[in-house]
């Protein structure tokens, strides 16, 4: 399973691999801004993904989609 970023762009500082040694069967797989689970069955990945400790850099989110009409016309787009 691929464990997705909270934002486009965002880098991985860190990652806590203790936080599933629970689950002796999980592994996270790390290649540079790439994170990912991997298991013996779908529900352990399941697991892993849910509990694995990973933090990433701050970058600016999409606008919310409740406001994204109005983002869309109030923000610097090319006319």
């Not at 970023?5 to 797989?29: F, M, N, Q, T």
């Not at 298991?39 to 933090?55: G, H, N, P, S």
Request: aromatic letters at 4%; hydrophobic letters at 45%.
């Amino acid at each position: 399973r691929v464990i997705r970023p909270p934002a486009i762009g965002a880098e991985l500082i860190s990652l806590d691999e203790a936080s599933i040694a629970h689950l002796p069967a999980a592994r996270a797989v790390r290649v540079k801004n790439f994170l990912g689970v991997v298991a013996e069955d779908e529900w352990t990945c399941v697991r892993a993904m849910r509990a694995l400790k990973a933090q990433w850099s701050n970058v600016q989110r999409l606008p919310d989609q409740s406001g994204l009409v109005k983002s869309l016309r109030e923000g610097p787009l090319l006319r």
